[in-house]
Each structure stands twice: as structure tokens, then as C-alpha cells.
């Protein structure tokens, strides 16, 4: 890639920047309210639904890319597929962020739109192992890819509590995937982690330190799921083996936070369908420690993961199984910090 094309590929991005911003602001003025309530963080109405701006931005630039940059598309089927997909996803989120409807509505719409993507041919079909070559999966990829877009989708969702966390990591997620993207000539994956990042940064001013606005359900669904089909994407790198923990190193704090919280309360005996506040990230914040640290904290973390990316593309073969697990010591540190503040505050069942 020549400097003049990076150059007007950021003109382009920040362009769509400044586009989610326009869209955010009308969101605002709006008025789709977020009344707080028992297992929220803030205590005044505030407007929701600010993901719409990211929503906006992605797809017009994807419609830009689809008629004048032919090099950076995926074969149709695919490229209609995840589109579609994305387009579903985010339309139910909207309606759900305006009517409030049940988890079930909206996990029925996550279901439709995994499976329109994976429908279309987008799920991990083989992945290569150091030393010992290429595994084919076959049918098998089909349920796995299904799984891991819905657990991706919804831990977004789930994070999406404090102002800034979400955005703030979707948006490194999807720096460092577009860096690691354009570094391995996958450019459908470069472009739609640029286009993803372009609308987060259009955002992410209205929403952090202070909100004025709400990514909504619409925002965190949708980032999830992009994040979630990149994910797929990375996998097939030809360049990287195991290419497909890539996005998991970059979610690590997400991922974390979210099958922890799930096994705890499973193993307490708790209903997982109830909403609560009892993520990792909700306790630390009902403990004492700022919401703008915590977000800092999880936005380190997706730091770290991106990091620990480029240490696993650059690692020899025999290393590449073992540089993963160097996204859980600051996890546990966390854990053990959170814990640690949560007896001594009184907050949950430790």
C-alpha cells in the first residue's frame, strides 16, 4: 500500500468519523431515553441509542467500497451475507432500544443473522497448527463460528455499562485488526475494521468521560457482531498460524469478565436469564473504584491483546500455541483487585 493510498483511505475514515458524529448528535436530540433503573450505573435519563451513528457510517462506507474498490470485497455470497447479517442485527437492536423487548426477541434476532452470515459460507472450515500442518473441520466449523458470533454479540452487549468501556475497546479491537489486516493483505477485513473504527471514533466523544448519549443495544450488538465475523475473517489468514485466536487476544478483558461472570453465577445457582450487576467491571465500579478508571483499565487490556498479536504473528512456530496465555496474568491480577475491593466494600457474594 502506497503512503498517498493510506492517506486518502484516512481522509475517507475520517470522513465516516464525522458522519457517525452528525448521526449521533441527531440521535440526541432525538430523545430515545435510558431510564435508570436497579442494575444501572447512571441515576438520570439519559439518550440512547448513539449507536446508530456507527451503524451509519459502516454501512455507507461499505456501499463506497462495494462500488469503486472491487479489490477489497470478499466473494458476493459472503460480502452480501455478513452485510445482511449486520443490517438485521442492527435493525432488531434499534426497534429493542425503542420498545424494550424481551432477551428472547432480541437473542431470536441474533440467531437469524448468525446464521445468514454462516448460511452464506462465513465460518472457520480448516486452521493451521504449528508443525503440524492444516486441520479440516469441515460441517463441524458451521455450529462452532454459530456459537462464538452469538457469545461475542451478547459479551459486547453485556460490558456495554460504563461510559466509554465498550466503544473504547471495540474501537482498539478494530485499530489493531485493521493494522494486522493490511499487514497480512487481507483487505475486506482491513476495510470493514476501518470503517468499524471510523464510526466508534465519530461516537465515542458524546459518550466518554462524560455521556451525553448511550451506545444502546444497537451500538453494542453490532460491534459484537462485526467484531465476531472479523474474527472469522482473521482466521483464514493465510500468513498466521492459528490466526483465529487473534480476535480473542484483542477481546480478552470482554471475554474474561463475561465467562466468569457467567460461570460464578451458574455455579451459585443463580438464574443466567436475570439481568444483575454483577460483572466484574459493575462490581469494581459498585466498590469504589471511578468508571473512567474501569473503562481505562478494559480499554488496557484490549491494548494488551493487540500487543500480544503482533508478539504471536512474530513468534516462531513452536512459541505461537503459548503466547496467548499472556493475556491472562493482568486478568487475574484484575480479578484478584476486584475481589479483593468487593469484600471490603461489602458489594456481592464473594
Known amino acids: 500500500m502506497t503512503s498517498f493510498a493510506l492517506l486518502r483511505q484516512l481522509a475517507f475514515a475520517a470522513g465516516l468519523a464525522a458522519l457517525s458524529a452528525v448521526v449521533v448528535r441527531l440521535m440526541i436530540a432525538a430523545r430515545v431515553m435510558d431510564t435508570p433503573d436497579a442494575r444501572k450505573a447512571h441515576d438520570r435519563p439519559i439518550p440512547k441509542g448513539g449507536g446508530v451513528g456507527i451503524v451509519v457510517a459502516f454501512l455507507?462506507?461499505?456501499?463506497?467500497?462495494?462500488?469503486?474498490?472491487?479489490?477489497?470485497?470478499?466473494?458476493?455470497?459472503?460480502?452480501?451475507?455478513?452485510?445482511?447479517?449486520?443490517?438485521?442485527i442492527a435493525g432488531v437492536a434499534l426497534l429493542d432500544d425503542i420498545r424494550d423487548w424481551p432477551f428472547t426477541v432480541k437473542l431470536g434476532a441474533q440467531v437469524l443473522a448468525a446464521l445468514a452470515a454462516v448460511g452464506s459460507g462465513i465460518y472457520v472450515r480448516d486452521y493451521r497448527v504449528p508443525y503440524l500442518g492444516g486441520f479440516y473441520v469441515g460441517w463441524m466449523g458451521a455450529p462452532a463460528t454459530l456459537v462464538w458470533i452469538l457469545f461475542v454479540t451478547n459479551a459486547m452487549n453485556f460490558i456495554d455499562g460504563l461510559n466509554g468501556l465498550a466503544a473504547g475497546v471495540a474501537l482498539i479491537a478494530a485499530a489493531f485488526l485493521a493494522g494486522i489486516a493490511a499487514w497480512q493483505g487481507s483487505w475486506f477485513a482491513y476495510f470493514a475494521a476501518l470503517l468499524l473504527a471510523a464510526g466508534l471514533i465519530g461516537f465515542l466523544p458524546f459518550n466518554f468521560p462524560r455521556a451525553r448519549i448511550f451506545m444502546g443495544d444497537v451500538g453494542s450488538q453490532f460491534c459484537g457482531f462485526m467484531l465476531a465475523m472479523l474474527g472469522v475473517v482473521a482466521a483464514r489468514f493465510d500468513g498466521v498460524e492459528l490466526s483465529l485466536l487473534l480476535v480473542p487476544m484483542l477481546l480478552s478483558g470482554v471475554l474474561w469478565?463475561?465467562?466468569?461472570?457467567?460461570?460464578?453465577?451458574?455455579?451459585?445457582?443463580?438464574?443466567?436469564?436475570?439481568?444483575?450487576r454483577g460483572h466484574l467491571y459493575q462490581v469494581a465500579q459498585r466498590a469504589g473504584v471511578p468508571a473512567v478508571a474501569v473503562a481505562l483499565v478494559h480499554w488496557g487490556f484490549a491494548a494488551w491483546g493487540g500487543v500480544c498479536c503482533l508478539l504471536f504473528i512474530a513468534a516462531p512456530p513452536g512459541w505461537k500455541p503459548y503466547v496467548p496465555l499472556l493475556v491472562l496474568p493482568p486478568q487475574i491480577v484484575w480479578l484478584w483487585f476486584v475481589r479483593a475491593r468487593a469484600r471490603v466494600a461489602g458489594v456481592g457474594r464473594w
Open 60 to 88: 455507507v462506507g461499505v456501499a463506497v467500497l462495494y462500488a469503486f474498490a472491487r479489490f477489497s470485497r470478499i466473494a458476493e455470497p459472503y460480502f452480501l451475507g455478513v452485510i445482511g447479517a449486520a443490517v438485521l
Open 257 to 276: 469478565d463475561v465467562a466468569f461472570t457467567l460461570a460464578r453465577r451458574a455455579l451459585a445457582g443463580e438464574r443466567l436469564t436475570v439481568p444483575h
